[in-house]
């Protein structure tokens, strides 16, 4: 399989190397969206080419780093400004699959780094206001030299198959005949493989074997990643946990329900078990 890395056109760095350039990608964030150019529907991030000679009042704008030799920048902006003309604040939820995609990952790392400068203006243990370092992608205490960096919560999500069938349940939360692969966030001193066998087991009563690495995708909603894993089923009869799941059970590619579309890790874990059985059934 070949991956395509977002480093072939980005680099990271937190200091500018070169001056001031007249053009600039710039990620800016109320207390919770995004500002976006819509253009007849086609979305894309704003520039200081599109700003020219709008001010916006900001704090904190920081470097990210040059995407296709151009500088990027995080800023935030209070709720009270208004986005500009032909620019609109929106859910940075909703932009997935609607930016290109090495976009809205960069969109989902400049939100974090702004989340990082509001969760720790102070330091948690001794209260000194912190700085941002210089070197790297944190705070730092200068007081007692404590160094906070951008959380990051692991989570694993696991495609369970079992013959031609895999399972799929229904979250409380997801709206009705929506259903998915099982995920939970990874506990301390687990493996994400011990996770997948613990999460699959708790949610739905199922003991899989022969877990495998599938990919990942950053999940900044606020602050997960995705650790996706294909496994087998072992033994075990589906019981739901009445907690986070209320329904589950084993689907046919001809009687798959409503699920998530490829532009998430759920949905690409599902489409390549049917490609897996179309394969099989080719062989
Ligand atoms: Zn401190």
């Given at each position: 399989?070949?991956?395509?890395?977002?480093?072939?056109?980005?680099?990271?760095?937190?200091?500018?190397?070169?001056?001031?350039?007249?053009?600039?990608?710039?990620?800016?964030?109320?207390?919770?969206?995004?500002?976006?150019?819509?253009?007849?529907?086609?979305?894309?991030?704003?520039?200081?080419?599109?700003?020219?000679?709008?001010?916006?009042?900001?704090?904190?704008?920081q470097y990210l780093g040059e995407l296709d030799g151009y500088p990027c920048y995080c800023m935030e902006v209070t709720d009270k400004v208004d986005a500009p003309q032909g620019m609109v604040f929106t859910e940075l939820r909703a932009l997935l699959g609607?930016?290109?995609?090495?976009?809205?990952?960069?969109?989902?790392?400049?939100?974090?780094?702004?989340?990082?400068?509001?969760?720790?203006k102070f330091c948690g243990k001794c209260g000194t206001r912190t700085v941002t370092q210089q070197n790297e992608l944190a705070k730092r205490c200068p007081s007692c030299g404590s160094v906070f960096y951008p959380r990051i919560s692991p989570a694993v999500i696991v495609a369970v198959v079992r013959g031609d069938k895999i399972l799929l349940a229904h979250n409380k939360n997801f709206r009705q005949n929506w259903y998915s692969v099982i995920a939970g966030f990874v506990e301390p001193g687990e493996t994400f493989e011990d996770c997948v066998v613990r999460e699959v087991m708790e949610e739905v009563g199922i003991k899989v074997k022969n877990v495998s690495y599938f990919g990942s995708q950053p999940w900044p909603f606020p602050d997960s990643l995705m650790i996706g894993f294909i496994a087998e089923y072992e033994s075990g009869e589906i019981i739901v946990d009445g907690e986070e799941i209320d329904a589950a059970d084993w689907y046919g590619f001809d009687n798959l329900p409503q699920r998530p579309v490829s532009t998430s890790i759920a949905g690409r874990l599902i489409d390549a078990v049917i490609l897996n059985w179309n394969r099989e059934k080719r062989d």
């Open positions: 399989m070949t991956v395509s890395s977002i480093y072939s056109r980005y680099i990271p760095a937190t200091v500018p190397k070169n001056g001031p350039n007249s053009f600039e990608w710039l990620f800016i964030f109320n207390t919770t969206q995004i500002l976006i150019k819509d253009e007849l529907g086609k979305l894309s991030i704003p520039t200081s080419e599109d700003l020219n000679g709008q001010k916006l009042e900001y704090e904190n704008k609607q930016l290109e995609s090495d976009i809205f990952l960069l969109a989902g790392r400049a939100f974090q780094i702004v989340n990082c400068n509001r969760m720790n």
